[in-house]
């Protein structure tokens, strides 16, 4: 008994010398992210954060989240959510060719009208598919006229606050109903003999633009590959220049997408065998006109683009011609106008702005894709639409299959990369401009929970900076 009573004193004695397990108390997302904010955060620059715990239906985490904020292309946020959120959302974006008259043996008495639905993802296989829709038809003449129908939206081919600087890049085409392959231009280019000029291929293929080629193959000395156009006098020569040592490609806008559209459309028809002979006061191939539907109208061709394709490619590729696409037909459906312009959809995103119980007034909205400099809006307003989509399923299911996944595609393919807590977990929409660059959308905590989440960095002149930032801002949420 003795024994015992030893042994036990002993253990007693001596238990404060067995090694103990070190446990570090996990400090709480405030103290966590406050000090990324403090220690990761760019030189010089500044940031406005809003996180809300979807799940739980409660705030996580603000910093400054009323901040007014140049928002980029997170813009686009705010008008997918809005038109996704119409009752016609569903409605497919459509192209269609109709025609005024009577056919008498093989010539068509009447006029042709080619009206424009602004489907921006019409290509050159959708051009060829009407042109082989309209060839079926049984006349090879058309005597009268034949109108290209861009009523839908006003004159204006920019935004308001686009840079016109920007032009002839292919991210900020000229806007139009009738856009063929987005108002751009690919050439590709392959290398021959060094010194030798390269083989330049261009689609779509048209005579609506020319080309000069100054490259060379296989000379450094000649330079960077370059593709651009004689822009500053709205000109359609495409010159392509520089060093050619591989397989090379580059894109450009062409100036005007309405024209590029008829002009390619009437040269694909006289290919097929069928001649217009235009009315002796009109000695071109095509005029622009309005159409209205009469008792002799008869509905030759259609070419549709669902509404999901138009979604995926504004969230995964950042497409400013999709964005502009949607604000534009927002527009048509929330105003029953016939003529719409940006405005007219910009005033649908306030009333739901206002239906969140916030003051349209305290922001701006400028256009639909981000790419204006006028655009104001704040990551507390950006998490409430993305609250908004997250409560209404049939919103919620489009938007959220069409957003980047950290490390996986899109224009996340290369942030969150394995081993991060966000790699797979986040699926969010960016913005990055000159020293802007935002990150907004969704994750999934490891407690299983949904967020969604805004990170705003303004004159940050390092956008690989702001974008390690915002990362370990989405890993901490995560962890």
């Keep these: 008994m003795k024994r015992i009573l030893l042994l036990l004193i002993l253990s007693v004695c001596l238990l404060p010398l067995w090694p103990q397990e070190t446990v570090t108390p996990v400090k709480p997302l405030s103290a966590r992210i406050d000090a990324l904010i403090e220690h990761k955060l760019p030189a010089g620059s500044n940031v406005a954060i809003s996180v809300y715990d979807l799940t739980a239906g409660k705030p996580l985490y603000g910093y400054q989240a009323d901040k007014l904020s140049r928002p980029a292309s997170t813009m686009k946020l705010l008008t997918t959510i809005t038109a996704l959120s119409r009752p016609e959302a569903d409605e497919p974006f459509r192209t269609e ?5 009577t056919i008498e043996r093989d010539t068509l008495q009447g006029d042709m009208y080619v009206i424009g639905g602004y489907d921006p993802e019409f290509d050159e296989e959708a051009l060829d598919s009407l042109v082989a829709a309209v060839a079926r038809f ?7 006229k034949v109108y290209g129908d861009v009523s839908m939206k006003d004159s204006l081919y920019w935004g308001s606050g686009w840079l016109w600087d920007d032009t002839p890049y292919s991210f900020q085409p000229y806007l139009s109903p009738l856009m063929l392959n987005k108002g751009v231009v690919k050439v590709t ?11 330049l ?22 330079g960077r590959f370059r593709v651009s156009r004689d822009w500053l006098v709205n000109g359609n020569n495409i010159t392509v220049t520089g060093n050619v040592d591989a397989r090379r490609a580059g894109t450009v806008n062409i ?8 002009h ?12 217009c002979i235009p009315a002796a006061e009109a ?17 030759m061709a259609s070419y549709e683009t669902s509404v999901q394709d138009v979604v995926k490619q504004i969230m995964k590729e950042s497409d400013n011609l999709n964005a502009e696409a949607m604000l534009c037909r927002l527009g048509v459906q929330s105003s029953g106008k016939k003529r719409v312009s940006a405005e007219d959809g910009l005033s649908a995103i306030r009333m739901l702005i206002k239906e969140m119980g916030y003051n349209p007034d305290r922001y701006n909205l400028a256009d639909g894709c981000g790419l204006s400099n006028y655009n104001y809006i704040s990551p507390e307003l950006l998490v409430s639409f993305l609250r908004y989509a997250y409560s209404r399923t049939d919103v919620f299911q489009k938007l959220y299959k069409a957003l980047p996944i950290g490390g996986v595609d899109g224009t996340l393919e290369f942030r969150m990369k394995k081993g991060t807590f966000s790699h797979r977990n986040v699926h969010a929409k960016t913005g990055s401009f000159t020293a802007i660059n935002c990150l907004a959308g969704y994750l999934k905590a490891r ?3 949904e967020i969604a989440f805004a990170i705003m960095n303004q004159n940050a002149l390092s956008g690989r900076e702001a974008r390690a930032f915002q990362d370990a801002v989405c890993d901490e949420v995560i962890r």
């Design 97 to 101: 060719v109709w025609y005024q008259g």
């Design 201 to 222: 291929e261009c689609t779509p293929a048209s005579s609506y633009y020319t080309l000069t080629n100054k490259t060379r193959s296989r000379t450094p000395s000649a």
């Design 189 to 199: 280019a392959t290398p021959g003999e060094r010194g030798d000029s390269a083989r």
């Design 447 to 449: 407690n299983g929970h």
């Design 138 to 144: 049984p006349f090879s003449v058309i005597k009268g």
């Design 283 to 299: 000695e071109v191939s095509y005029l622009f006109g309005e159409f209205r539907q009469d008792s002799l109208s008869v509905r």
């Design 264 to 275: 390619t459309f009437m040269e694909r028809l006289q290919a097929r065998g069928i001649r």
């Design 255 to 262: 100036f005007s997408s309405q024209d590029f559209f008829m």
